[in-house]
Every structure is written in structure tokens, then in C-alpha cells.
């Protein structure tokens, strides 16, 4: 019977958030940014082991999702209606949503580099602003609007298709815990700021400086201050 489904399903999603364990998980993850198996152990008071079999259990049910980068794998809440339902519940039981707090020192946490992209805050912002647009879709697809815009900004997109790897994909953020853009795109669209004189490179880390003219535009273009 589809009634009896659904009162079996509801019970055992809330089964996977009644337990403490995977609760202070879940609670912990309400702030939007990724966490590893090892962090959530610890906001967890679990050993990794225990965690990682509690993270399936939450993965199973649809309350977490992960993305595997390098030697990490990063959970997040698998999306809007997983983060209503557990704010609801905060609500409920009277508690405030959780902030985040970055340790990051702050010249590396604005920009700086990631491999051969651009990371920080100004990147994440960058990318969620091209999501928001529609110039990236979900599955990193770049819309002709987009293609359009970047290649004004003096972006050429055709060689960056061709390369020998990935055109376009999410790079977990380890600053911010949210993505930023890496790719081919990311790539070049890093190139084109260090050309443009909007971030400048610094000589003895991964830090990129940003110039008037880059503040200037990373408003203008992103909205971001």
C-alpha cells in the first residue's frame, strides 16, 4: 500500500537523524559547508571507523551526499529540502542553526591559489554567482549566455573545451567548505584575471593579491565586495 510505504519510508529517515551521533552530523553540516568523515567524527565524539558506518547509513537514506576530491571525501546535506526538514526540527527543539567559523588566515582565505585555479572567497562567490546567472548548470554545463559573457571579458572558451581534462567541475573549497570552479575553466578564467592585472600572484605563497581595478570589477561583474 502507498500509505504504508510512506509511513515505512518517514520512519526510517527519521530513524537515520534520531540517532545523537548522526544528529550532531547533520546539525553540524546545516551551516551549507562540506565537512570530511574524520570532522564529523569529531563533532560526532565517534571513532572514524563508527563514523563512517553511521555517514553510510545518512548517504543510504538521502540525507548526505558526498564528493570524493584527492584523498578526501566531503559531505554535505543532499540539498534544500534535507536543510528545511532539519531546521524545522531545530526549531522545534528550540536551538539556534549553527555558524561557521573558518580558521583560515584571512590573506589566503580571500584568494589565492588552488592547483592551477583560483580559490577563497572571492572564487566561491564567483561561482555561485555564475550558478545563479544560469551560466553553469548543475552538471557544469557552460550556456551560451555564459559563454557569451567570459568570452566579452576576453575568455577564449574554444581552446579550454579541447584540453585533456575536465572542462568544467566542482573544487571543494578547503577554506570555505563550498565549491569554487576548477577545470579547464577555472583555469583559464584564472589566467584571464592575472592578465587582466585583477589578482596578482604573490611571489612566496599560494596568495593572490587583488588590485583596485580587480575590486572595482569583482563587484561590478559578481556583486562581490
Not at 581534462?165 to 570552479?181: I, K
Request: charged letters at 25%; one cysteine or more.
Amino acid at each position: 500500500m502507498p500509505d504504508d510505504f510512506a509511513d515505512t519510508r518517514l520512519a526510517s529517515v527519521a530513524g537515520a537523524i534520531a540517532e545523537p551521533a548522526r544528529a550532531r552530523m547533520l546539525c553540524c553540516l546545516m551551516d551549507g559547508h562540506a565537512r570530511t568523515g574524520t570532522e564529523l567524527a569529531v563533532v560526532a565524539e565517534v571513532s572514524p571507523s563508527t563514523a563512517s558506518v553511521h555517514l553510510a547509513k545518512l548517504k543510504d537514506q538521502q540525507l548526505v551526499t558526498v564528493l570524493a576530491q584527492g584523498k578526501h571525501r566531503y559531505y554535505t546535506l543532499a540539498g534544500g529540502d534535507v536543510a528545511n526538514a532539519l531546521e524545522a526540527l531545530m526549531r522545534v527543539a528550540g536551538l539556534p542553526r549553527p555558524a561557521f567559523e573558518p580558521s583560515t588566515p584571512d590573506r589566503l582565505r580571500r584568494a589565492r591559489t588552488c592547483y592551477d585555479h583560483m580559490a577563497g572567497s572571492i572564487a566561491v562567490g564567483m561561482h555561485d554567482h555564475m550558478m545563479r546567472q544560469g551560466w553553469l548548470d548543475a552538471g557544469y554545463q557552460l550556456s551560451e549566455e555564459g559563454a557569451a559573457y567570459l568570452q566579452q571579458l576576453g575568455l577564449d572558451i574554444a581552446p579550454l573545451r579541447k584540453a585533456r581534462r575536465r572542462f568544467a567541475c566542482a573544487c571543494v573549497d578547503w577554506s570555505e567548505r563550498r565549491p569554487h570552479l576548477g577545470g579547464a575553466l577555472g583555469a583559464g578564467l584564472l589566467d584571464l584575471l592575472i592578465r587582466n592585472a585583477w589578482v596578482e600572484p604573490d611571489l612566496d605563497s599560494r596568495a593572490l593579491g587583488i588590485s583596485r581595478e580587480g575590486e572595482r570589477q569583482f563587484q561590478r561583474i559578481f556583486g562581490l565586495k
